[in-house]
């Protein structure tokens, strides 16, 4: 299109037209926040397999044994009267002082049949054990024991009987045992038998052996009586 006539000079000149603002675009700021460096991660220790600090049946057994037979000794002495003063009493101190005298002697006595029982019998504490719980409700037989000459072997004998006792209840139970024993005899005595053979074998010297051997198979002169006036004809 053309553009309109224009007549300056007739017409006023138009208004000025102001050019629109542009508007301006704020920048926008980026703000950069420093990052911490990363922790690394710690590794965790492998935790321990658990460990088995249960205490054997046997050891807390003894140790209750240990601190019983530590009470009543404890009890024991507590019942026990003062000795008397030497210069108050002095009958009464020798006396007493001879009485536990006997008592230390009887427990050092007691003490080495123990352990010459031991020695002997490699069950003893075993067979003690029926023992001592036949005499809590026996309290009559603790003194047969020790009234006996040697209590230690008096009451392992004792032990013996109670444990036969309670394996009679059992029928199966004792023959078998019975059984065991006696082929357990017989076997030990055939042992001992062919030992003994052995060892008689072993004695005889191989020289004798040999003498013994060509002295069968030499052929000995025939010195009867027929044979001599034989050769002197």
Not at 8 to 24: D, G, R
Not at 33 to 43: G, L
Not at 103 to 118: S, V
Not at 167 to 183: G, L
Request: aromatic share 6%; net charge negative; glycine share 0%.
């Amino acid at each position: 299109m053309s553009e309109p006539d224009y007549d300056f000079l007739q017409n006023e000149a138009p208004e000025e037209v102001a050019p629109e603002p542009i508007p301006e675009v704020a920048e926008e700021v980026v703000e950069t926040v420093d990052k911490p460096p990363e922790t690394p991660a710690i590794a965790e220790p492998t935790p321990a397999p658990p460990v088995d600090d249960r205490v054997p049946l046997a050891a807390l057994k003894a140790e209750r044994d240990k601190r019983q037979k530590l009470e009543r000794e404890m009890a024991a002495l507590r019942q026990q009267p003062m000795p008397p003063a030497f210069h108050e009493q002095p009958e009464q101190y020798v006396q007493q002082t001879i009485q536990q005298v006997r008592q230390d002697m009887t427990q050092t006595m007691y003490a080495a049949l123990e352990d010459q029982a031991r020695e002997t019998y490699p069950d003893y504490d075993e067979v003690f054990e029926e023992v001592q719980a036949y005499a809590e409700e026996n309290h009559s037989v603790i003194p047969q024991i020790f009234n006996s000459p040697n209590p230690a072997k008096a009451a392992y004998k004792l032990g013996k009987q109670l444990r036969e006792l309670k394996q009679m209840q059992d029928p199966d139970a004792y023959r078998s045992k019975i059984e065991a024993e006696v082929r357990a005899k017989i076997e030990k005595e055939y042992a001992d038998k062919e030992a003994a053979k052995q060892k008689a074998a072993d004695a005889v010297p191989p020289d004798l052996t040999a003498v013994r051997a060509s002295k069968d198979s030499e052929v000995l002169p025939d010195d009867s009586l027929d044979s001599i006036l034989r050769s002197k004809r």
